[in-house]
């Protein structure tokens, strides 16, 4: 009964956001954050609540990546040879396609996005990022606290000790809180209750 309620609430939903003169009705929930703060956890239990299956970027980003060229062996060299920052640069213009693409493809469903899609140093590359998420009033960054220390101090706890330099980057960096519509904090909650406090947040009642 719980879930036809859901899917009921969320067909309801659909129908108040028909979208211009095409008449295609759209509700796409995007998480945003950075590494390990619970994005995939969370995509999961939102998608069930919604009734909505869920779109993780991840699952296709091979596939856009290669799209417009992407090398994969000069990538793994540049990770190999211990140069993390190059290797992670070098996948910047390749991220960006894949939200673009990724967005264009989807409908109806819980997208999570890894953690650096959404946080881009070059200005041309933010704009796009901007861009392909404006008309999605449904996009959540989640972190474990407003306080930007204790989210680093946390994350740290769950990410590769080669990582955290790159995760903190990603906590610290503007952009997330740019892009986001709401903000939702996780520490001491449990996957449900953050699920909960982003339909709250969403202005979504299942109940």
């Known amino acids: 009964m719980h879930?036809?309620?859901?899917?009921?609430?969320?067909r309801a939903i659909l129908d108040s956001q028909s979208t211009g003169f095409t008449g295609i009705r759209?509700?796409?929930?995007?998480?945003?954050?950075?590494?390990?703060?619970?994005?995939?956890t969370v995509g999961r239990l939102l998608a069930a609540r919604l009734g909505l299956p869920r779109q993780?970027?991840?699952?296709?980003?091979?596939?856009?990546?290669?799209?417009?060229?992407?090398?994969?062996?000069?990538?793994?060299?540049?990770a190999e040879n211990g140069s993390l920052d190059a290797a992670v640069n070098y996948c910047k213009?390749?991220?960006?396609?894949?939200?673009?693409?990724?967005?264009a493809e989807i409908q109806n469903c819980v997208a999570d996005f890894g953690a650096g899609y959404s946080v881009q140093e070059d200005p041309i590359l933010y704009e796009r990022v901007r861009r392909a998420?404006?008309?999605?009033?449904?996009?959540?960054?989640?972190?474990?606290?407003?306080?930007?220390d204790q989210s680093v101090v946390c994350l740290n706890d769950r990410v590769d000790e080669k990582?955290?330099?790159?995760?903190?980057?990603?906590?610290?960096?503007?952009?997330?809180?740019?892009?986001?519509?709401?903000?939702v904090y996780t520490s001491g909650k449990?996957?449900?209750?953050?699920?909960?406090?982003?339909?709250?947040?969403?202005r979504i009642d299942l109940l």
Not at 133 to 148: C, K
Not at 163 to 183: D, F, G, I, T
Not at 190 to 202: G, K, Q, R, V
């Open 3 to 10: 879930k036809v309620g859901a899917v009921r609430r969320t």
């Open 163 to 183: 990582l955290r330099a790159l995760n903190e980057h990603y906590v610290r960096h503007p952009a997330n809180r740019s892009l986001a519509k709401a903000v």
């Open 190 to 202: 449990t996957p449900e209750e953050t699920c909960a406090d982003i339909l709250h947040s969403l």
């Open 56 to 78: 993780p970027l991840d699952k296709n980003r091979w596939k856009y990546y290669r799209e417009i060229g992407f090398d994969e062996e000069h990538a793994r060299s540049l």
């Open 26 to 40: 759209r509700m796409i929930v995007i998480l945003i954050g950075p590494m390990k703060v619970g994005k995939s």
């Open 93 to 103: 213009p390749f991220e960006v396609h894949a939200v673009e693409r990724h967005l």
């Open 133 to 148: 998420l404006d008309p999605h009033p449904q996009v959540v960054l989640l972190l474990p606290s407003p306080d930007v």
